[in-house]
């Protein structure tokens, strides 16, 4: 019996080491991040108040006490003392053995497991060393040894997450400055700016796409958008001859954008608020802290500068005024109705904002109108954003990059246009504080008007959207949570978030059985 539950017990540590490093790395190693989502969300909630979590501590304190206390325990008593035990004893076994098969069920569907980064294979190689030396030592109570290595497994993570994160400022600290001298050997590169709460991959996206039309351009990848990624970006790109650095910037805390912003000097030319919402506001802490954050980008404006602003952000109307006091810049309010048409691979409406950002910098850069009409046909949205796909009638749109409150209300007014069902799969919004249940009652209450069908990938924040649901008589009559979505003829199906991109490969394989 011992090596069954032995041999069950080290897959299940091996899936809870991987689980663990999975939110680590998703949360950037970043303890603020991970506090967040243990306290505000459903999985990290789990992590501690889980049913299964919750028996195991009650049977690891009541295995302590009775080990520890057995001779102190009258005679009489004795005998239920052992049935207690025995009772303790099957309980333990049960466990392991359930999460075991669980565990090892699971493989079909896939663990989930961070990419193999070193600072993850270390972690998880080191830990895995320790839990197997842990119970090859067998230094206690066999139900008891196995329940203090459970216990132990997430606590050593997040010290060595937390002491790896002390040396890695040592290393970001080197980059950085490494690759301030890299920048400062190149005196005519211009850098192009882009911060703000939603926007700003597509907009960087677009604006590079355009500049290196006619120029040599260099961009940061994907959402490479903080001070190290930046750094390392810097130092491995080819910047000889290079006319443009088109960069992403993003923060949780004021003094972030200002640092990636110390990498350049003053080779900033042009900064790009695409706007400010709720997103990150568990990290922020209110609106004003966001502003204050993003206005960081402004303030690394070089002289001669342009910065410009989202005429539609309500939100970032402080900040222009903030901007418009200054002379050493120029101040410039961008809104869409210069975009009459947009290029044929963008089909949402929502993107002529991003696109109108993108053409005024590139003019401010020195791009000809002739140029950028000739460019335009060419630009191309980033991966898994608002990408359409037409399967059996069915149009599939991939948005699942990334989601915040702006661009589900957005892609959610996109699908308003289509014919046919229309299903909603989304991961509810993270991270957004105090704001959460507002922002959740009005994607509810906007997708009950619009759509036939909703998938929620996880139970967070459900409550909050049933509330907006509610609000609308006559509206939608599925709400679905964790499961797929309905198979469809003809129609729409939008997938928003990173957690629906598992949904949209399961329905694209249920589609073809």
Same mark, same amino acid.
């Given at each position: ?81 052992? *049935?207690? /035990? ?9 466990? *392991? ?8 069920? &699971? ?5 989930k497991k961070p990419p193999p980064r070193i600072r993850v294979v270390v972690i998880g190689l080191f830990v895995g060393a320790i839990v ?7 230094? *206690? ?37 490494? &690759? ?28 590079a796409q355009l500049l290196a039309s006619a120029y040599k351009t260099v961009k940061t990848f994907a959402s490479q958008n903080s001070d190290?990624?930046? &750094? ?19 923060? *949780? ?11 350049? /000097? ?11 919402? #709720? ?32 005429? &539609? ?7 222009? #005024? ?43 850069? /020195? ?15 980033? #991966?898994?954003?608002?990408? #359409? ?38 991961q509810p919004l993270i991270e957004l504080g105090s704001f959460a249940d507002s922002v959740h009652e009005k994607i509810g209450e906007l ?67």
């Open positions: 019996m011992y090596n069954l539950v032995f041999i069950v017990f080290l897959i299940r540590s091996a899936r809870t080491i991987l689980y663990h490093l999975f939110w680590w790395e998703r949360k950037e190693y970043r303890v603020d991040r991970m506090l967040v989502h243990l306290r505000e969300t459903r999985q990290g909630k789990r992590w501690l108040l889980s049913i299964l979590s919750i028996i195991k501590w009650i049977v690891l304190v009541g295995m302590i006490i009775l080990l520890e206390g057995q001779e102190q325990i009258p005679n009489e008593y004795e005998k239920s003392l052992v *049935y207690v /035990g025995i009772g303790f004893f099957a309980t333990t076994i049960g466990l *392991y053995l359930f999460e075991g098969v669980r565990d090892v069920l &699971a493989l079909r569907s896939g663990w197997l030396l842990l119970l090859l030592s067998r230094f *206690y109570y066999f139900p008891v040894h196995f329940l203090l290595i459970d216990k132990f497994i997430g606590p050593l993570i997040a010290f060595l997450i937390i002491l790896s994160n002390r040396l890695f400022e040592i290393h970001k600290k080197r980059k950085i400055r490494l &690759a301030r001298e890299k920048i400062a050997r190149y005196p005519n590169l211009v850098v192009v700016g882009i911060t703000g709460s939603y926007g700003k991959t597509t907009t960087k996206e677009l604006t190290i990624g930046i &750094a390392e970006r810097v130092l491995k790109a080819n910047l000889t001859g290079a006319d443009f650095f088109v960069c992403e910037m993003a923060a *949780y805390h004021p003094g972030e954008i200002a640092s990636s912003c110390s990498i350049f /000097g003053n080779k900033i030319s042009v900064a790009i608020i695409t706007g400010i919402n #709720e997103q990150h506001q568990s990290l922020f802490g209110s609106l004003d802290t966001t502003r204050r954050s993003k206005y960081e980008l402004i303030e690394a404006l070089g002289d001669g500068g342009v910065a410009l602003f989202n005429a &539609a952000s309500d939100q970032s109307k402080q900040m222009i #005024e903030w901007a418009k006091k200054q002379r050493r810049f120029t101040t410039r309010v961008i809104n869409t109705t210069s975009i009459k048409h947009l290029p044929a691979s963008i089909h949402a409406l929502h993107f002529k904002q991003n696109l109108a950002f993108a053409i005024a910098a590139v003019k401010a850069c /020195g791009m000809s109108d002739t140029a950028i009409k000739k460019a335009l046909d060419t630009l191309q949205l980033p #991966e898994k954003t608002m990408h #359409e796909t037409v399967r059996r009638g069915v149009t599939i749109i991939d948005d699942t990059f990334n989601a915040n409150p702006d661009a589900v209300y957005a892609a959610l007014e996109h699908i308003k246009t289509f014919k046919g069902t229309k299903i909603l799969v989304l997708a009950t008007t619009i759509c036939d069908e909703v998938v929620l990938a996880n139970k967070n924040w459900y409550k909050a959207f049933m509330q907006g649901a509610a609000r609308v008589s006559g509206g939608l009559t599925k709400v679905k949570v964790g499961k797929p979505p309905s198979l469809i003829k003809r129609g729409v199906i939008l997938f928003e978030g990173k957690e629906a991109d598992v949904w949209m490969k399961g329905y694209e394989e249920r589609e073809e059985e």
